[in-house]
T-cell receptor
Framework: DQQVKQNSPSLSVQEGRISILNCDYT??????FLWYKKYPAEGPTFLIS?????DKNEDGRFTVFLNKSAKHLSLHIVPSQPGDSAVYFC??????????FGAGTILRVKS | DTGVSQDPRHKITKRGQNVTFRCDPI?????LYWYRQTLGQGPEFLTY????????KSRLLSNRFSAERPKGSFSTLEIQRTEQGDSAMYLC????????????FGEGSWLTVV
């Protein structure tokens, strides 16, 4: 039972363009969402988060959008840089104690 | 560096042996989590401590797995009688009331069971 789904295993984007990573969830009880970035052989690094009471949160080049009615969130990175190439995980908090992760999307930014 | 620290970073062990991983959370973080990640998957929750109390355990945590946080600071995760299916990255994370729902991960401990 995969409650958080990232349906695109990979995404390739040209440097300077926008990267859009998508995430869908099934549990309407999720109240907080996070995006993490992960390089090989390292732990996930926190990027940005959003509470379920908001629909947008922005931090520099990163913006997360939440559409609760569609149970969908997305991460926009603009402009994309080669250093952004990594695996991006969407995660949702359930009852405040447990993060549920998607399977991840590999982002490749080509220079 | 005052991030989450994990040791060892890599461990290769023979099937049937016991292994132990240690995690030192960020200073003053009273919440500590263990996750496991296999290739092609996102991290999966294993267990959660608030101070020294283990408040939640996943069904993934079989009776061969045990986690402790004796003084509410560092934590250990022990796997007894390892199996090849235990091969994974074991991730520790921590948070506090100040960080709220944002948890911060360590570098992970890679386990390979041969």
């Amino acid at each position: 039972d995969q409650q958080v789904k990232q349906n695109s295993p990979s995404l390739s984007v040209q440097e300077g363009r926008i990267s859009i990573l998508n995430c869908d969830y099934t549990n309407s009880m999720f109240d907080y969402f996070l995006w993490y970035k992960k390089y090989p052989a390292e732990g996930p690094t926190f990027l940005i988060s959003i509470s379920s009471i908001k629909d947008k949160n922005e931090d520099g080049r990163f913006t997360v959008f939440l559409n609760k009615s569609a149970k969908h969130l997305s991460l926009h990175i603009v402009p994309s840089q080669p250093g952004d190439s990594a695996v991006y995980f969407c995660a949702a908090f359930l009852y405040g104690n447990k993060l549920v992760f998607g399977a991840g999307t590999i982002l490749r930014v080509k220079s | 560096d005052t991030g989450v620290s994990q040791d060892p970073r890599h461990k290769i062990t023979k099937r049937g042996q016991n292994v132990t991983f240690r995690c030192d959370p960020i200073s003053e973080h009273n919440r500590l989590y263990w996750y496991r990640q296999t290739l092609g998957q996102g991290p999966e929750f294993l267990t959660y401590f608030q101070n020294e109390a283990q408040l939640e355990k996943s069904r993934l945590l079989s009776n061969r797995f045990s986690a402790e946080r004796p003084k509410g600071s560092f934590s250990t995760l022990e796997i007894q009688r390892t199996e090849q299916g235990d091969s994974a990255m074991y991730l520790c994370a921590s948070s506090s009331r100040v960080t709220g729902n944002t948890i911060y991960f360590g570098e992970g401990s890679w386990l390979t069971v041969v």
